[in-house]
């Protein structure tokens, strides 16, 4: 699969896996908040990377202590007129200092990446049968911006 | 008035870009309605019952008459010759083509306008006092922080998808709230603490709609320099906390008082705690330079006037406007005159283009170019020197401008109801046109004296019945329109929300209803000078209750 990260578009090398399926022995995952803290030290020990995926009601503050364990934060967005990852997404970046991948992944739309990129967001899975290229002309909706910039 | 800097024109005209490509992407079926919706709402744009509506923002209700100009022009052009202001100092076009809006938002752009976020569920357009910059009452003028709020949250990024809409208000009349602070989400009033220095109380959870509530102060004071981070502590805690689960229970009235007021001012302290000292802190000279712009202008000298002869003159229809018309301005010899968009006949708020264009000569000529827009759907010409108002009032007749009802009971609110809304139960313009039809003696009203009659077509409360002395709602009795009478609200420092009386009305008998109404108010009061509200504070419901209902 394909997804935008900085700016451009990558394949992607993550599994999210779901609460109750196996972790696999090798290759980049996610896990579910619950998971991760219910396992943080048999998953700590995978042999390649880690990220965690936020549900909307999630608190980011549930990760201090662990963003230095974590490769990937994905933040969930369900329906895409729920906000609240607005919100993780700047409080991860602006006040607990994360500065790895932060990725947007659900109903994840072209016209949503201009603010989802502005508020910490660097790398986005679209939703399904949504175009990539079409989504990147997002980053250009607006060059000027009232509010001080969040940069990734 | 405030003049747009580069970077604010380069985004009206960038947000016109985005919005001709989102509306293309939607006619070419690669964006589906569902995603659409959100998209156009942000931009103003609904569905209405027989067509597109677009709202376009007048932010804190300021118009220049290069833009009133422009606005009658896109009635005329892109709908049907007329538009309708609305209770938040906006204007609506009610038959637009979707395909017309993108042209529509150009021509906005041009002449520093826009529909951005005046629908959604975002932070809407900033409202305030209609007066602000002119009143006597004034301890500062309050635009400036509007402007500000409207930059600040103008595409904030993490407050784009907020549980539902949130709309803020700024009064800086601290003893005489023309805003309706307290049925706000947010309520900004400017104040001076107790070193004398300037800052802000700060309301929240005020609203009208399905569960009405009252404002809580949320903090006493805020120092002018922390106003934005504040805020952004309060929309952070409702933006996490709000609830989604329930669109009628998502408001953040909901949320103050499921938590209680003292737990969510705790919630926001904690956040702004975080914040204060961030790049939200506003530098004095940030406020001076947008301050600047809404400079009072250079008065011209006013010559002797003769008000208080036009009172007892033989021109009756002057008279009246003279009384009821003109509120008090901060410049000697100068008067703020009032609109009426109720003439006999008219649905309250809709104005032609022909109207607006007159508006604009007459503001160009007598009132320095600037019109302003009321929450009671009216307009004010806010700099009117004194000597020029049987002028005024002259120019204004010539296009059913000149009706003298401002604060009484034709002068009512109204929202467009079944005619219009997909949202309503029942019809509200045609009940203010009949009302307007039967109490149509200048001489009762006037004996009336002020009195505010409200009407919504649906719980909605679009018409802010329940903030009128008297109050109609429309609801839908088994498929029959049918009228709920409430009295006794009040938007105002002494805010009240009415309270249902009785039973509902069929639409044939609500006229008779409000008649009986007025009738045990003038039995009752204790002298002319006591108003509808304080008659009904003293005695109650009860006499109008019975007087309403007994005949059942």
């Not at chain 1, 790895?100 to 739309?109: D, K, P, Q």
Request: proline letters at 4%; one cysteine or more.
């Amino acid at each position: 699969m394909q997804i935008i990260k900085d700016r451009g578009i990558v394949q992607d090398t993550w599994k999210h896996v779901e609460d109750g399926d196996p972790i696999p022995a090798q290759g980049d995952i996610t896990v579910s908040l619950a998971r991760w803290l219910d396992d943080k030290a048999t998953l700590t020990a995978h042999a390649d990377l880690i990220g965690v995926r936020l549900a909307p009601e999630d608190e980011a503050s549930a990760l201090t202590g662990d963003l230095d364990k974590l490769a990937l934060v994905a933040v969930q967005f369900p329906k895409f007129t729920d906000g609240r990852g607005y919100t993780t997404a700047r409080l991860l970046r602006e006040r607990m200092g994360y500065r790895g991948e932060l990725r947007a992944i659900g109903y994840v739309l072209r016209d949503q990446i201009f603010y989802l990129h502005r508020v910490g967001f660097n790398a986005f899975e679209l939703a399904a049968g949504k175009s990539l290229t079409d989504a990147l002309e997002g980053f250009g909706d607006f060059t000027v911006t009232y509010q001080g910039a969040n940069p990734p | 008035m405030y003049n747009y800097e580069p970077q604010d024109q380069r985004i009206v005209e960038e947000r016109a870009a985005q919005f001709r490509g989102q509306v293309q992407r939607r006619l070419d079926g690669s964006v589906i309605e569902n995603e659409f919706k959100p998209l156009r709402l942000q931009n103003g744009l609904y569905m209405q019952l027989h067509a597109y509506m677009l709202r376009v923002a007048i932010p804190y209700g300021l118009l220049n008459t290069k833009q009133v100009r422009r606005l009658a022009h896109i009635a005329r052009k892109y709908d049907r010759g007329y538009a309708h202001f609305t209770t938040r100092q906006n204007i609506q076009y009610n038959w637009p083509q979707l395909q017309d809006v993108p042209a529509i938002l150009d021509e906005l752009a041009e002449v520093q306008m826009h529909a951005i976020q005046t629908s959604g569920n975002c932070i809407r357009n900033t409202t305030s006092d209609h007066l602000a910059g002119v009143a006597q009452d004034e301890l500062e003028d309050p635009r400036p922080y509007c402007e500000l709020i409207r930059q600040w949250s103008t595409f904030h990024p993490e407050f784009a998808f907020l549980p539902r809409k949130f709309k803020i208000a700024v009064t800086g009349a601290p003893a005489h709230d023309r805003a309706a602070i307290r049925f706000h989400d947010i309520g900004v009033r400017i104040v001076d603490n107790a070193a004398g220095e300037r800052g802000f109380e700060v309301w929240v959870g005020g609203g009208l709609g399905r569960t009405p509530h009252i404002a809580k102060i949320c903090r006493e004071y805020v120092a002018y320099a922390d106003l934005l981070s504040y805020l952004e502590a309060i929309m952070r805690v409702y933006n996490r906390q709000g609830r989604r689960d329930n669109k009628y229970k998502a408001r953040i009235k909901i949320l103050v008082n499921a938590m209680g007021i003292e737990a969510f001012a705790a919630a926001v302290d904690a956040e702004w705690a975080e914040i204060k000292d961030s790049a939200l802190k506003l530098e004095r000279s940030e406020i001076d330079r947008i301050r600047v712009q809404f400079a009072a202008p250079e008065y011209a000298p006013a010559g002797d006037d003769n008000l208080a002869g036009l009172l007892l003159g033989s021109n009756r229809e002057l008279a009246h406007f003279v009384r009821n018309n003109l509120r008090p301005h901060k410049v000697p010899g100068y008067t703020a005159v009032m609109v009426s968009l109720k003439p006999k006949g008219r649905p309250p708020g809709d104005v032609s283009d022909t109207q607006l264009e007159a508006l604009a000569d007459i503001a160009d000529t007598f009132s320095q170019g600037e019109l302003v827009v009321t929450h009671g759907q009216n307009l004010v010409l806010p700099n009117v020197r004194k000597q020029d108002v049987a002028a005024v009032h002259a120019k204004l007749s010539e296009w059913e401008l000149g009706t003298p009802n401002i604060g009484h009971l034709t002068d009512s609110i109204c929202c467009p109801g079944l005619d219009f809304c997909n949202l309503a139960n029942a019809r509200s313009i045609p009940l203010a046109m009949e009302i307007n039809e039967r109490f149509d003696a200048i001489d009762y009203l006037e004996d009336l004296g002020p009195i505010s009659l409200k009407i919504s077509g649906c719980i909605n409360a679009c018409g802010h019945h329940h903030v009128g002395d008297i109050g109609i709602l429309g609801i839908d009795k088994l498929g029959v329109e049918a009228y709920q009478l409430l009295l006794g609200g009040s938007p105002g420092d002494d805010a009240s929300i009415g309270s249902i009386v009785g039973q509902a009305f069929d639409a044939d008998k609500i006229v008779d209803a409000v008649q009986t109404v007025l009738d045990v108010y003038l039995a009752n009061r204790s002298s002319a000078d006591e108003r509808f509200r304080d008659t009904y504070r003293r005695i109650g419901k009860a006499p109008f209750k019975k007087a309403l209902y007994a005949d059942h």
